[in-house]
């Protein structure tokens, strides 16, 4: 019953992607299920932030493009989340960039103790907020919906005052002449600046960012530490990452 009822709540959220707003009746007729039960359904996903209710129905809680970056490569970027969480340790302190996969890391930190996330992703927050072991600090700025992350002046402002061991960065693309790179010059700046307040730098991407550069350069391979990506990641690359000393963790 309980897989059931996740298949149904994951494809209202398919739904809600293709369609900014939703009716009860639709989702009654449409699942075969009463309307007390469609409405349930909708209770329990505005309860964890991914709907709004609205008269009659409910619209997604997320602008459209992170709709699309959330239900895209799913289980990989889920897999690469969790072995990225296995990196933190007890009483870490990490900063974590904006990213749906960057996200998902503290949704697998239940039973580690004491840590303390530096972050500008909104995102990650569903997760963060049932675990009473970790503590967020939220950097100020301005907020994108089309990114779910704090960013501009105010932000990189904030970030100076933190040292961290470690920060999990996410990223747009990647290229052998590049290195890591963002699709903005403002998101490149503040992974770079994150980046900077860190020991140890972790960059957190699936094999298909390698190979399509974004248009703003992050950081040179050889400023990351550690790469968590999945099996498909070209050899060419791997090579590449392995020879400035990056290790590569593969999923």
């Given at each position: 019953?309980?897989?059931?009822?996740?298949?149904?709540?994951?494809?209202?959220?398919?739904?809600?992607?293709?369609?900014?707003?939703?009716?009860?009746?639709?989702?009654?007729?449409?699942?075969?299920?009463?309307?007390?039960?469609?409405?349930?359904?909708?209770?329990?996903?505005?309860?964890?932030?991914?709907?709004?209710?609205?008269?009659?129905?409910?619209?997604?809680?997320?602008?459209?493009?992170?709709?699309?970056?959330?239900?895209?490569?799913?289980?990989?970027?889920?897999?690469?989340?969790?072995?990225?969480?296995?990196?933190?340790?007890?009483?870490?302190?990490?900063?974590?960039?904006?990213?749906?996969?960057?996200?998902?890391?503290?949704?697998?930190?239940?039973?580690?103790?004491?840590?303390?996330?530096?972050?500008?992703?909104?995102?990650?927050?569903?997760?963060?907020?049932?675990?009473?072991?970790?503590?967020?600090?939220?950097?100020?700025?301005?907020?994108?919906?089309?990114?779910?992350?704090?960013?501009?002046?105010?932000?990189?402002?904030?970030?100076?005052?933190?040292?961290?061991?470690?920060?999990?960065i996410g990223i747009d693309g990647a290229s052998s002449k590049q290195g890591f790179t963002a699709n903005s010059v403002e998101s490149a700046d503040f992974v770079r600046k994150m980046a900077d307040q860190a020991d140890?730098?972790?960059?957190?991407?699936?094999?298909?960012?390698?190979?399509?550069?974004?248009?703003?350069?992050?950081?040179?391979?050889?400023?990351?530490?550690?790469?968590?990506?999945?099996?498909?990641?070209?050899?060419?690359?791997?090579?590449?990452?392995?020879?400035?000393?990056?290790?590569?963790?593969?999923?």
């Open positions: 019953m309980a897989a059931i009822l996740a298949d149904r709540k994951r494809m209202i959220l398919d739904l809600l992607a293709e369609d900014s707003e939703i009716s009860v009746s639709e989702l009654a007729n449409r699942f075969g299920v009463t309307a007390v039960t469609a409405r349930a359904d909708l209770a329990a996903l505005e309860e964890e932030g991914f709907i709004v209710r609205t008269r009659g129905g409910a619209m997604s809680a997320f602008h459209p493009k992170i709709l699309e970056r959330i239900h895209a490569k799913k289980e990989v970027k889920t897999a690469i989340a969790k072995a990225s969480a296995q990196l933190i340790d007890d009483n870490d302190t990490v900063i974590i960039t904006a990213g749906t996969t960057t996200s998902l890391i503290p949704k697998f930190l239940l039973g580690k103790r004491d840590v303390h996330i530096v972050t500008n992703n909104t995102l990650l927050l569903t997760y963060a907020r049932a675990n009473p072991q970790l503590r967020v600090t939220l950097v100020g700025g301005e907020f994108r919906p089309s990114e779910e992350g704090v960013v501009g002046p105010l932000a990189l402002q904030a970030i100076e005052q933190f040292h961290v061991a470690k920060a999990f140890c730098v972790i960059a957190v991407a699936d094999s298909s960012k390698f190979g399509n550069a974004g248009f703003a350069r992050i950081l040179p391979f050889e400023r990351v530490q550690v790469l968590v990506t999945d099996s498909y990641l070209q050899s060419a690359f791997e090579d590449k990452l392995t020879e400035v000393d990056v290790k590569v963790i593969k999923t």
